[in-house]
């Protein structure tokens, strides 16, 4: 899609019409679009920053891209806001609203550090409409799939074998796992927000894909029984405010494995991909243990 956007003039006129919003992070129009396709996937939204040609903001973009809700983060709300809450519809809308404004703010805050404050030039021809030319589209993306594949492809690889390692050895179930253990490891901090060691191992598996929480609240409360019986026992198990948190936490986790592989591809360096799970991790914490406390506050449990 960004390439025939590209292709046929379509994406220079997108980037006039969102340049003085993009203005509030210290962005310019051009991080629209890859930023605008992170709502499917936050991959191509930070492969798509290659068309910012400033060399700092094209980083900021990818900085701010794993903040975009994506769809498996939206999947992860479609299931479990009906569960806990009357009112899943202004939960999920909440959410997604939170999500954005944490987008906002970070890129004010990265704007500081990365660009200095400085303000982004934004200078560009607007091309005449034309006809997508369909080869030098599919030579585009052709390459852009293979390169990564070769770079990518090997990291998510080794992760994910890595994540099914620790999640079914030396038991062989999830229950008795090394990633089990991990998430015991972990409780004392969950247990700040109302979670137990269930729900921070399913926040660990959404590593490898953000919709593996459900799949593992599926094992871990259901085993083989109805998507019914599993509501029931998440509704006894979490409280309505350690949900809350819970669903805050997972909005604004660390990116997936695809998305720290690509973040390492387009900056050739481990340092970036670092920062970001670091700055992420810190601020999906903080945000989750605020929204415990303030739902308790205001007595939502």
Known sequence: MLGILEDVGY????????????????????SFLPLFLG??????????SRVVESPRARLLTILVAPLVPCTARMAVIAFLAPVFFRAPTLISWGLLTLNLGVLVL???LLHKVILRGERVAFIMELPLYHLPNWHTIAIGVWQRL???????GTIILGVSLVTWTLSQFPGGTLET?????????????????????????????????????????????????????????????VAPSAALAFLVMQMLFIPCVATVSAIKQETNTWRWPAFAVLFLLIVSLAAGLATYRLAMLFALS
């Open 106 to 108: 970070a890129g004010l």
């Open 39 to 48: 709502f499917g996937c936050n991959v191509p939204a930070v492969l798509g």
């Open 177 to 237: 796992s090394w990633m089990a253990a991990l998430g015991h490891w972990l409780e004392p901090i969950g247990s700040l927000m109302g979670l137990d060691w269930r729900m921070m191992v399913a926040l660990l598996s959404s590593l490898i894909a953000k919709e593996n929480a459900v799949a593992t609240l599926g094992v871990l409360f259901g085993q083989t029984k109805s998507e019914a019986s599993i509501a029931v026992a998440l509704r006894a198990a």
């Open 11 to 30: 994406m220079a006129r997108a980037a006039y019409v969102m340049d003085r919003f993009m203005h509030l992070m210290g962005l310019h129009g051009k």
């Open 146 to 152: 293979v390169s990564f594949l070769e770079k990518a």
